[in-house]
């Protein structure tokens, strides 16, 4: 199906990886989606269809150790995205496809001066029938509750920066009115983590760290912490499957929290999981064992990066942000680190091709020279000083961890690598600024003002290393504002040379690529561009 939008940017990768700049005309009407949208859009599943889809069952997958189920806050895993809904959603179709397709809005309008949306809400939608929501209808007044808590109570707030104010105007229609023209707009305000949430869960707890209800094809089931998470089907959901009866097929979804990767593998072998995603050499010694099972590789949008906490002293003083870059030996991580799968990236990741240095650039302008590290460093009057650098990424991170430690305490540094126990505390860390140095991986969208405005603005919502410039925050918010491509890209430009000025991160390596393992039985499984989510786990279905 062709999308119609307003006149704005979007990145969508094609083939390998190759990406181009999608521009639509003003003012035109997006229309509605048709039942089960992702199954109809064309793409190659990994486990193809075999037959009409069977329903019922259980699909068996590793889950995420939590500490909360608040979305709103911090990424807190793929299981929630199947809870919650969004505006719009990503057809997903291919790696790297961020075409968006209707989801809890079913079209929109955008006059002809950008400054104004007129969103109309897909009729029949209803929130879980759990209370204290308790199945009522999704409307307009939802999403206007939205955009207020979001707005000023999640880290997602930059997203809705660009809001004026809105009007409801009936149940299923609201105006939103901009202070100015943002070109990804509706891409912003149906990032992978703004799910609709209902007040008034809000209103009872005073925020969403327990309870998960939503609107999406799956209901929050049971949860043993630091062991299973189990999802159940909403019987209400408004997406219709290929057989005419509601989305998603499957009776369950089954999550078990494994403490490390060797006991995912052996589950799957055992046939205690359906799918698993892992390291190059492990996927293909599995695979090896099992040949009967599918296998995927696509390519994603991350960078790692060395973050620093501009909050603590001393890491507020640029000259020893730009010696621990140049200690650090970007080729060395990169060819020990996951097996190959990581390529040279700066702080925009690479696979963003139209607007991210590439390789070879990156090297050029981040070089390892640790006489000159040392130099800036002994200028700082910092030689020899004591650094806790946090890894809570996962064991597939320590060696590339123990290389900056190693490069750094060459260059004059004394590091000191501190585990975290599980993602999700070391993400608490990041969020409550708890650190001086983390060996972090960020991961987002395939639209670059997620990794301009969001990471780098004073303001923005994933700014959590204490970075504030004047210069920064006029350039990222001209990048947003920018429906010209060759003038946008020149700002993308302009922006990277500041994020190498003023040393916000050391680029570490972007993991070009993922991987998926899959039992046979699984059938219709299409995959993603995002390692956080699984969208598509509706359309899929079992046959066993």
Known sequence: MKMQRREFLRVVAVGGGAAFIVACAPGVISPSAEPSQTSQAGGR???????????????????????????????????????????????????????????????????????????????????????????????ASDVAW??????????????????????????????????????????????????????????ADGNFRQRAIGTGPFMWDVWQKDSLIRLKANPDYWELGADGKPLPYVSALEFSILGDDASAQAAFRSGKLDMIGGNLSDMKALKAAQPGILAEDGFRANAIWLQMNMRVKPWDDVRVRQAASLAIDQQEIISSHLDGDSIASGLIPSSLRDFAWQPDEVLKRYPQNIAKAKQLLADAG????????????????AAGAQIVQRNMNAAGFDVTIKTVPTLSVGQEIVRNRTYQLVFFTASSSFEVDDWTYLFWHSKGGRNLQGYSSPEMDRLTEAQRSATDPAKRKALIGQIQDLMLKDMVAAPLAHISRQHYLLNPVVKNFKTFHWVLAWPHLKDAWVDR
């Not at 950008?114 to 969103?119: A, I, K, P, Q």
């Not at 000023?152 to 939103?176: C, G, M, Q």
């Not at 070109?183 to 008034?200: K, L, W």
């Open 45 to 139: 599943p990994l486990s193809p269809a075999g037959g009409a889809p069977k329903r019922g069952g259980m699909l068996r997958a590793r889950g995420t150790q939590l500490v909360h189920l608040d979305t709103t806050i911090s990424q807190v895993g793929p299981e929630l995205g199947l809870v919650y809904s969004r505006l719009l959603n990503e057809r997903a179709d291919f790696y790297e496809d961020t075409v968006k397709v209707p989801g809890l809005i079913e079209k929109w309008e955008v006059s002809a001066d950008g400054l104004v949306y007129t969103l109309h809400v897909r009729s029949g939608v209803k929130w879980h029938n759990v209370a204290p929501v308790n199945g009522r209808p999704f409307t």
């Open 146 to 203: 939205n955009i207020d808590y979001y707005s000023k109570s999640s880290i997602r707030a930059s997203n809705f920066a660009a809001i004026d104010h809105y009007e409801v105007v009936d149940p299923l229609t609201i105006k939103i009115y901009l202070k100015y023209v943002f070109a990804p707009f509706m891409d912003s305000i149906s990032y992978q983590h703004i799910g609709m949430v209902p007040r008034e869960v809000f209103e």
């Open 382 to 397: 910092q030689t020899g000083l004591k650094v806790d650098l946090s890894l809570y990424t996962g064991p597939n991170d």
